[in-house]
Nanobody, 119 residues
Framework: QVLLVESGGGLMQPGGSLRLSCLAS????????MGWYRQAPGKERELVAQ???????TYAEFAKGRSTISRDIAEDMLYLQMDSLKPEDAGIYYC?????????????WGQGTQVTLSS
């Protein structure tokens, strides 16, 4: 089992930046890919960015060029830096982890951290 705890959300201004953190605990050795997802009111959860255990990142189109996902495997931490925030970036941001143990795959989610945009 893997436990994920996000932090860093809050009230932010359009044009500003956010930096989210996610601390993983439990069977962290089994984590292969980690990612940030978000869900706006009335919308489905969507991928923001993900990163493999070897450090290869991928980004959603809306996040490209203004976002950086990073991972500190030694500290079991995942980060998201997003700049040039827009009103549509508001939502609940979730940390996710994909694990493989003895050939069995599982997905874990944090409780989410709220990001609110207001000028």
């Amino acid at each position: 089992q893997v436990l994920l705890v996000e932090s860093g959300g809050g009230l932010m201004q359009p044009g500003g930046s956010l930096r989210l953190s996610c601390l993983a605990s439990g069977l962290t050795f089994s984590i292969k890919t980690m990612g940030w997802y978000r869900q706006a009111p009335g919308k489905e959860r969507e991928l923001v960015a993900q990163i493999t255990s070897t450090g290869t990142p991928t980004y959603a189109e809306f996040a490209k060029g203004r976002s950086t996902i990073s991972r500190d495997i030694a500290e079991d931490m995942l980060y998201l830096q997003m700049d040039s925030l827009k009103p549509e970036d508001a939502g609940i941001y979730y940390c996710g982890a994909h694990t493989i143990v003895a050939g069995k795959e599982n997905d874990y989610w944090g409780q989410g951290t709220q990001v609110t945009l207001s000028s």
